[in-house]
């Protein structure tokens, strides 16, 4: 019995010691969803008298959940970045105020199932929220419920950044004291690689057609685009605003408004919608600020260690940098001279290399930068001739995120001076860039910019165009600092050095290259495609990809153009009329430029070059044909094969081997040298064992006939 009772007490104990960890893992898993559709007001004034909330709860996990409630809990006011980071990263903050707990409807859901979240609490004196002064304030859309199994908690909330100008029901307060110059960078980028190749002369071919999705009414970047335009009313948001544009982005749309094709040769559907989309963006950036991204948004610090220490080599580096002239082509404007929106981390082999590109300023995240004094206005980047003018990296994180205009509204008022531990003014400038990939609908990338200007009409921030803030002097200098984070996003070691190796056998593919005189072509227009290839594949948007995946592309550009220089495949056996006779090979070249190709043998026994021609080069004019006679020499008799290939002058392999079958009745001069030699060793021999045989038979004779000496006579 004792031995019974210690096995039950150590059952029960293992049971109740793992069941709250058990509990504690089930409680880790989401249970539910909250979008948010609205937030009205955006910012607190002293006129609003209420808050609404509307939106949506969505039950996620696989457990029923009843007795829904929401409530608003207003957190105390944020008077450090710390604590405006702290909340961006969701940590808990101490709560302030909060409204009763208001049901949903239907009050319970299954899994998969949605209950609409319409919440509207007054706001004043006498109201449960209450905010005691301007400032910003974290708030917390709270929804609670019970599911199967369980207790009452809370599962699921959405923490928002609330500016408040005015205590409702008071006199307006005061402003502070200077109102920061605000320039806002508006990025017109790729969310992905969309090209999977664009030969010359041949059909633009996309992955799929997320790009024209993205390109219609109601997509990413169709939003984009109709939100700067309506901003054009509101003069002074429309003054503060830089289109910040990707040069492969609008080279890939004006592919596509002359038609494409998806990868497995479907036509693409989105000709129309590429011409429209094109036409708008040409009328929105007429007369204004356009500054450029490197091309694809590439990581330029990438590009720098792709053939890494040969300092002639900078084609991958200048075409990344060289955006300014599609954009002025395609677009019409002529983007800021010198001033770069890179991505990434910036070494100092970068900062070097896109100085020598001719750009002049850098407009980077603050956090990048380390300096002695408080940065807000640029600064001159030491050891070098670049300026950077810094973007609020505190603004940045918050313009992240599903609530990203809502959060960065309360982040640019604090920067303003509206909180703080002082009462004084924030920062004297204010540059603001949005994540370069942006994907906030439609009506908030509108009502974002629509309370940017009643932030500029209440005097909290003052417009000011960019090239204004980029032709202020240097008020210091900074060096360019990034830390371990930066490295792990940044374009892998694998990733580079296959970039490095394509980008070597497209270095030896272009020197084979002429200019033909009548098709008047450039090699390097020829090879373009390929350097365009390899600088998406450094594309930031690809982070996290493997290396083949990322260099597929450029991969998949460089055979197609070696294709087509190739060695025709004879469709019958060949047959050799004498022991040397030439073979007959014929080279195609479809390409629009001459190729310098040499012939290589490889499988070839029984065969052999009889002369040195095969080390030489011969150059094959472009779109023609020449067939080759390559002196040979058959070894043996017989039936045999040999793998004919083609190479440049230094060896980049150009198509695909060709197998040669071939047929052979009369032996070469070293096969009769070796058979007469091997005959006249037998002869030799032959005839030494006859002169051996004849001298033994003689030998044998005179012994016979010798007298022999008997044992008598002896005697």
Request: with cysteine.
């Amino acid at each position: 019995m004792k031995r019974l009772a210690a096995t039950v007490l150590s059952i029960l104990f293992l049971v109740f010691t793992v069941l709250p960890v058990a509990g504690a893992q089930a409680q880790e898993q989401p249970r539910l969803r909250v979008d948010l559709d609205q937030l009205n007001p955006r910012v607190i004034t002293s006129t609003s008298a209420s808050l609404a909330v509307t939106g949506r709860v969505t039950n996620i996990g696989d457990r029923r959940i009843s007795k829904l409630g929401v409530r608003l809990q207003l957190g105390t006011r944020l008077q450090t970045e710390q604590q405006i980071g702290d909340v961006l990263a969701g940590d808990k903050f101490k709560d302030l105020a909060a409204t009763e707990f208001v049901d949903l409807e239907p009050d319970q859901l299954e899994p998969g199932q949605s209950a609409a979240l319409n919440l509207s609490v007054p706001l004043g004196q006498s109201a449960k929220l209450q905010f005691p002064r301007p400032g910003v304030y974290p708030l917390l859309v709270n929804v609670n419920g019970t599911p199967d199994f369980g207790g009452p908690e809370r599962l699921a909330a959405v923490t928002l950044l609330m500016p408040v100008l005015g205590v409702p029901g008071k006199a307006p307060g005061s402003r502070p004291p200077s109102a920061p110059s605000t320039s806002l960078l508006w990025p017109i980028a790729n969310s992905a690689v969309h090209v999977v190749s664009a030969p010359l002369g041949g059909p633009l071919t996309l992955a799929d057609e997320r790009l024209a999705d993205e390109l219609a009414a109601g997509g990413r970047l169709d939003s984009l685009v109709e939100a700067a335009r309506a901003a054009e009313a509101d003069t002074k948001v429309s003054s503060s605003l830089c289109l910040a544009i990707d040069p492969d982005l609008v080279a890939t749309v004006d592919g596509m408004t002359r038609g494409y094709q998806i990868a497995g040769g479907a036509p693409g559907k989105g000709v129309e919608t590429a011409k429209s989309w094109l036409g708008r963006l040409k009328a929105l950036v007429a007369g204004r600020c356009v500054v450029t991204l490197p091309f694809a948004d590439a990581d330029l610090t990438a590009l720098t260690k792709v053939r890494a220490g040969d300092a002639t080599d900078t084609a991958l580096m200048t075409t990344a940098l060289g955006g300014a002239g599609t954009i002025k082509n395609l677009l019409g404007i002529q983007p800021q001279d010198g001033v770069l929106w890179p991505g990434g981390a910036l070494d100092s082999q970068t900062l070097e290399a896109i100085g020598k590109a001719g750009v002049k300023t850098v407009l980077t995240d603050s956090g990048k930068l380390q300096s002695r004094t408080p940065l807000s206005s640029g600064v001159s980047i030491e050891g070098t001739d670049l300026r950077a003018q810094p973007i609020d990296a505190l603004i940045s994180s918050a313009l992240n995120g599903s609530e990203s205009t809502q959060n960065g509204l309360g982040a640019i008022a604090f920067r303003a001076g509206l909180g703080g531990q002082n009462e004084g003014p924030g920062r004297s400038r204010l540059l603001i860039a949005p994540p370069r990939h942006w994907a906030a609908s439609g009506t908030e990338l509108t009502t974002f910019l629509e309370r940017m200007g009643d932030f500029y009409t209440a005097g909290l921030l003052k417009s000011a165009p960019l090239p204004e803030l980029l032709g202020e002097s240097p008020s210091g200098t900074a060096s360019v600092n990034y830390d371990p984070r930066d490295l792990t996003a940044a374009t892998s070691g694998d990733v580079t050095a296959k970039m490095s190796q394509l980008d070597n056998e497209t270095l030896g593919l272009s020197s084979a290259m002429t200019m033909d005189a009548t098709k008047r072509v450039m090699p390097a227009d020829v090879i373009a495609p390929v350097r365009l290839a390899l600088i998406r594949a450094a594309s930031t948007s690809w982070r996290g990809a493997d290396a083949a995946t990322v260099t597929g592309n450029a991969r998949g550009d460089l055979e197609a153009i070696r294709s087509q220089v190739t060695v025709e495949r004879p469709k019958q056996t060949i047959a050799l009329a004498s022991g040397a006779a030439p073979l007959p090979v014929f080279i195609t070249n479809n390409l629009p430029v001459g190729v310098a190709v040499k012939v290589a043998l490889k499988n070839n026994v029984g065969l052999r070059p009889t002369d040195d021609t095969l080390l030489q080069a011969q150059m094959v004019p472009a779109n023609s044909a020449r067939n080759r006679l390559l002196p040979v020499e058959a070894l043996r008799a017989g039936r045999f094969s040999v793998d004919v290939s083609l190479t440049t002058p230094d060896g980049t392999p150009l198509g695909s081997a060709a197998r040669f079958e071939l047929t052979s009745t009369e032996y070469g001069a070293i096969t009769i040298i070796i058979t007469i030699t091997a005959a006249g060793a037998l002869l030799l021999l032959s005839s030494r064992r006859i002169y051996r045989r004849i001298k033994d038979s003689r030998a044998d004779r005179a012994n016979e006939t010798a007298p022999r000496v008997t044992e008598d006579a002896q005697v």
